[in-house]
């Protein structure tokens, strides 16, 4: 007879496998090997429940679709929740409840002398939520039905904030409750890629303290991104902010009458190695960066040369030219056989791919370093520090390296 796994041992064994590639403090770690993740996912197999991938709920428990709700990747949850550097007796607000895992994991480690406050502006998964914590045994977590970017200003200020879905801005109704001193964890877009960015509020201003790559469903209520397709078929898209002017018609014309321009950096990837932060350091200087998206049929039919990424790739866009990174394969080095490089279409195409392949370039130079991002209120007269700035609707973004 086989072995039947228990929910301890494969709850253990996700543990170490995400302290392989993720950083996780101690006090997460221990969480993590608590709290039982299959109690929030009913009806999911046990080994699914462990694997380190998101999961989405079919099912309300109390009946109706949660079309909504889904549990994050574990090790971003982990990772997250490490960013956090939750205290005892801390005051937390949640935004996006989700299954409850996540403000189960919230309660251990701030314990009985702190509160959690989770909310969801669906009520089915506010309801899924309550009921999961509930059969959990954390009826004390605090869930309510809530527009997230309003918050939860009746149990603030709060001495951590963690949002558990994607934000293009920080809401203004925020900054009113998070405690001085306190933090602030959220997936943030800038330039079509995402951060889970951890902030300090000191005064009037946010200031970085490390930042990780992530990817979260966006929040509702906030629209100031931009998706233009480039062709009539809608295989060819640019994911740009609201800010940033894209010519529709311009690049379209780029791409049916002028060839490739390709141009190569000296700088070289392993297989596994990432090469996001060519994407993050371009930002801090470029307000031309955008994200490109090409479908498969796209690269079927030869219409581009295929990018690094081809459902998210960094690119620069100017007027009728357009610019991204490529990625090619060349044997020189066994260690770092991907080369980078640049594709650029248009009239600009030689001075924009030799622009994309300067942000290479500065990457390379220092690839893990990470920019220092200071946010302010928009219509604040808060001193950010020199850096360059991107500017919103309720913030104000800074990044310097």
């Not at 989770?118 to 899924?128: E, G, M, R, W």
């Not at 943030?188 to 992530?214: F, K, N, Y």
């Not at 996001?276 to 219409?303: E, I």
Request: contains cysteine; hydrophobic residues 40%.
């Amino acid at each position: 007879m086989g072995h039947t796994p228990t929910a301890e041992g494969l709850r253990n064994v996700l543990v170490d496998e995400i302290r392989q590639h993720t950083h996780l403090t101690d006090v997460v770690e221990r969480v993590m090997r608590t709290v039982p993740r299959e109690a929030f996912l009913p009806g999911i197999a046990l080994t699914d429940a462990y694997a380190d991938q998101a999961v989405s709920i079919k099912d309300n428990p109390l009946g109706g679709p949660l079309p909504l709700s889904c549990a994050s990747v574990p090790s971003v949850v982990g990772m997250m929740l490490s960013q956090l550097d939750v205290q005892r007796g801390n005051d937390i607000l949640e935004i996006g409840a989700g299954t409850g895992y996540n403000a189960a994991l919230l309660a251990e480690l701030t314990g009985d002398s702190g509160h959690v406050t989770s909310i969801d502006i669906d009520s089915d998964v506010a309801l899924h939520a309550r009921t999961m914590l509930d059969r959990a045994g954390y009826g004390l977590v605090h869930v309510m039905e809530r527009d997230g970017l309003v918050g939860a200003p009746e149990n603030a200020p709060y001495d951590r904030m963690l949002a558990a879905v994607g934000l293009w801005d920080v809401p203004a109704a925020w900054w009113e409750q998070l405690d001085d001193g306190g933090r602030l964890v959220l997936p943030l877009r800038w330039r079509g890629q995402t951060r889970s960015v951890a902030l300090i509020r000191h005064g009037d201003t946010l200031v970085s303290e490390g930042m990780e790559l992530c990817g979260f469903v966006p929040i509702i209520g906030q629209d100031g991104e931009k998706t233009t397709t480039l062709d009539a078929a809608d295989t060819i898209r640019i994911i740009h902010d609201e800010d940033q002017a894209v010519d529709a018609g311009a690049l379209s014309d780029t791409l049916l009458y002028t060839s490739a321009h390709e141009a190569m950096s000296e700088q070289r990837i392993g297989s596994e190695e990432s090469f996001d932060g060519v994407w993050l350091r371009a930002t801090a200087t470029d307000d031309r960066v955008c994200r490109l998206q090409v479908l498969p049929a796209a690269l079927t039919q030869q219409l581009v040369l295929r990018p690094a990424l081809p459902v998210r790739s960094p690119a620069l866009v100017d007027g009728d030219s357009l610019a991204y990174l490529t990625v090619r394969r060349e044997g020189i080095d066994p260690e770092r056989p991907h080369q980078l490089g640049a594709a650029a279409y248009g009239p600009h195409a030689e001075k924009l791919a030799q622009d994309l392949i300067a942000h290479i370039e500065a990457w390379g130079n220092a690839r893990t370093a990470l920019p220092r991002l200071t946010i302010t209120r928009a219509n604040s007269d808060a001193d950010a520090g020199p850096g360059h700035v991107i500017r919103k609707p309720e913030s104000r973004l800074t990044l310097t390296y």
